[in-house]
């Protein structure tokens, strides 16, 4: 449902579902693989590290294991969505730090917000929260699909070298 509510009335928003969770397990960070590329790296999950003794950071640690192994059965499963949309401005930057350069480059580099979302023990779970993506950092046909014109092809150069003799 929240996936849904995500995209409804956008345009320019897609929910794409995840095929596998690639696990950094050194660096407990989670990697989202669609059918269109990858989400890249989430921010390290570091929570286990704050326990007051030995035993808590060790249920801590434990827990997260369990909700990464939960996580990935989930999208053996086709529960998990990586939902992505075009952002038309940048809303993270306040108003005071936005000069008139900081508007120009803004204007010229469009991007997009991504949400994981998955569906775990029969409740919608938000997993991880990408603020600002580059659409260039995206392949050419999930820009496509985001609305996106495709990109021509550069013009081959006519003009052929002569050889060297």
């Given at each position: 449902m929240a996936v849904r509510d995500f995209v409804?009335?956008?345009?320019?928003?897609?929910?794409?579902?995840?095929?596998?969770?690639k696990v950094d397990g050194l660096r407990m960070t989670l990697n989202f693989i669609h059918p269109y590329g990858e989400s890249?790296?989430?921010?390290?999950?570091?929570?286990?590290?704050?326990?007051?003794?030995?035993e808590e950071r060790r249920k801590a640690l434990n827990e997260a294991k369990l909700k990464i192994r939960t996580l990935t059965e989930a999208a053996k499963g086709g529960n998990v969505w990586y939902v992505i949309a075009v952002r038309k401005d940048d809303l993270e930057v306040s108003d005071e730090r936005r000069g008139p350069a900081r508007v120009q480059a803004d204007e010229n580099r469009p991007s997009a917000?991504?949400?994981?979302?998955?569906?775990?023990?029969?409740?919608?779970?938000?997993?991880?929260?990408?603020?600002?993506?580059?659409l260039d950092s995206l392949s050419e046909e999930l820009?496509?699909?985001?609305?996106?014109?495709?990109?021509?092809?550069?013009?081959?150069?006519?003009?052929?070298?002569?050889?060297?003799?």
């Amino acid at each position: 449902m929240a996936v849904r509510d995500f995209v409804q009335g956008r345009r320019e928003a897609t929910a794409l579902p995840v095929k596998e969770v690639k696990v950094d397990g050194l660096r407990m960070t989670l990697n989202f693989i669609h059918p269109y590329g990858e989400s890249g790296d989430t921010p390290p999950n570091l929570a286990f590290t704050r326990g007051e003794s030995v035993e808590e950071r060790r249920k801590a640690l434990n827990e997260a294991k369990l909700k990464i192994r939960t996580l990935t059965e989930a999208a053996k499963g086709g529960n998990v969505w990586y939902v992505i949309a075009v952002r038309k401005d940048d809303l993270e930057v306040s108003d005071e730090r936005r000069g008139p350069a900081r508007v120009q480059a803004d204007e010229n580099r469009p991007s997009a917000s991504a949400v994981v979302l998955a569906s775990i023990e029969n409740k919608c779970v938000t997993v991880s929260d990408y603020k600002t993506i580059p659409l260039d950092s995206l392949s050419e046909e999930l820009r496509v699909l985001l609305g996106e014109k495709p990109r021509e092809a550069a013009p081959a150069d006519s003009s052929t070298a002569a050889p060297p003799s």
